[in-house]
């Protein structure tokens, strides 16, 4: 009994004590299987943390509860334990005869099941509670929920949420996740690595996670299976979860298909432990791969949301014996990790994946450094797109099983054509089935190329294919710059720019406000005080993109550089030049303003106009570029500054420069 009348450190004192003793017991028992991790803590100076946490899960189980999980491998080094007890979130549903997945997966808004079965049928799952919104899921409600992602009363939640989720709004229909993705049915990968391979996962099963949010990690790992061929030759997979202590979910060679591996990361359950030993567990990795030689590589992901507690084994240790073990290792990090933490596990900032929260953490974003580190060789297909259309182009001859004329798009209606050496089929950005959705950064627009065998004659009267599929996606940067210049004396370089990526946008200047004509005679002379129209038409197929000018800025040289001046007509869509006033577009893809033409103070006769765009899906709810003008507080506004980040400032005379004869306006300067 620890009574509530002493010091801090007394307490913890008394804390580590009771721990000691708890830990000597369990000791005596079974010392062949308690490793030296948790006595380590009531010696050392570790944080307060790890010592409540270790404290809490002995108490919180009970000595029989600790000692059977000892013997189920948990922290021990054995062999994982089968499929634990289904639970609230390991309950199972059926997709099809070969594939299951959790309940907590059905209706949550993703495709889980190849076939899409956990998503049919959800319109009213959730009853009068509805869904929540991503910051408002409660993992531990008191009140009665058809599923764990149902909304829970703000008042019954015992794991409590944020402020603003009292009295928030709920939905009739799942949150759609859209950049989870379509998954891949059974034995049909995306650009799968044949290599041998020995992959593990090492997750963090920590309290801070979170119920919901672990399950976000479980589809981390399953997606990434689907990049891999999983069988004896080719790629075996182990997973270790941790918190104050680790477990062996499952181990090397113990399945040896991608489907019954699925089905078994579905089930795995959530540890919800105090603490975060991520050196030890990342030691655990290394000891369970040793007692599995092999004549391939080592792949480890280390999958965490916050700093590890203090231990004895640094991160930077642990992960050198890795390295040294022939293991190379990713961090992928949720939230507000140790970014140094981060690069000592990975060893490689290339090898480092931040998202911001779980729903975010996605495999696709780093399977492109994977498979260049794993498998450089294998390049069967290429992937091509602009504003307009993407093309696959399949290499013949590493896929000498496909056919073009069984292959098509989403829409069977786009086969393919075979031109020697590849097989290619090209959609439009809007056609052949093609789905879109916003990125933060990007519009990405995906597809699938899939094989079926029934569209073309076979002369065997058997037909042995496993099938082919393949999803592809095409990121278009949602941020683009255009560049235009005018000048009245020599021909001005021409205003259009097609920079990098693959969005094309145009600058123009118009004859009058309604653009019924552009510019086309050279050279422009443009007088101050008058009127410039400005058009900025963003080149696409696809009906659904918008713009946003966010910024324009006027230099006095084409490029930047040492004296360059700058002044800002546009920042973050809003206007700071006094005499900008914005123009009526023909559509939400074009822009269209005007301003008094001016002359710097500089000797330089030309004008160059620089603007940057934002690039949205007008669909989407709330979308960036409907919002228009969002003022943030920048000093100096309007000044023109030597610098084109607006860093450093200088004042200068203004324009625009009127220059009058004798008192009267008979000449204007022009720029």
Known sequence: VISGGGEPADVMAALRGVLLLTTVTLALGVSHEVRNDIPAYAGSNDDDVSYLGALVELLNNGLTDTLSKRDEGEGSGGAPSALAPASATTAPFECNVNETVTFTWRCDGTDDCENAEDEEGCDGFCGDAGY???????????????????????????????????????????????????????????APCYEEIQLFFVA???????????????KFMRDAVDSFVIGPGHTTVAAIQYAYDYRHELSLGQYQDSVSLKNAIAYISYLDGAGTQTAAAINAMVEAAILVPTRGRRLGMVITDGRSSPSRLTIYDAANRARENGFTLYAVGVGDVDNAEMLQIAGDSSRVLSVASYPELLFAAIRPSIQGDFC??????????NGDSMTVAILRSRSPSLAATDLHLTDPACGATD??????????????????????????????????????????????????????????????????DYNPIVQPDRYSERGSGHLHAVLRFCRDPGC???????????????????????????????MLTERCVARDTPTLATGTTVYELVRDGCPVDPTYHELAPPNHATDRFKFEAFKFVTDYPKVYLTCDLLVCKSSAPGNRCAQGCIRTIVHGVGKRSVDDSMEVRRTVISGPIVMEVEGDRKTMDTI
């Open 132 to 190: 929540p919104s991503a910051e408002c899921k409660c993992d531990e409600c008191s009140a009665d929920r058809n599923s764990p992602i149902c909304a829970c009363p703000f008042d019954q939640c015992t794991s409590g949420l944020p402020d603003s989720c009292d009295g928030a709004d709920t939905y009739d229909n799942p949150p759609i996740n859209p950049g989870a993705g379509a998954k891949h049915p059974h034995g049909r990968v995306v």
């Open 204 to 218: 963090d099963g920590s309290a801070s996670v979170g119920a919901l949010n672990f399950e976000s990690v479980k």
């Open 376 to 385: 450089p060789d294998y390049t069967n297909w290429t992937i091509s797109c």
């Open 419 to 484: 031109n020697g050496t590849h097989l290619v089929l090209t959609t439009p950005l809007t056609g052949c089935g093609t789905s879109s959705s916003e990125r933060p950064n990007a519009i990405v627009y995906r597809n699938r190329v899939t094989q079926d065998w029934k569209r073309s004659a076979h002369p065997e009267s058997i037909v042995r294919d496993c099938g082919f599929i393949l999803d592809f996606t095409c990121e278009l940067p949602r941020h683009k710059t255009v560049v235009a």
């Open 516 to 546: 019924l004509s552009y510019i086309t005679d050279y050279p422009f002379l443009a007088r101050v005080c008058e009127d410039i129209y400005v058009e900025i038409q963003l080149i696409t197929t696809d009906p659904d993109l918008s």
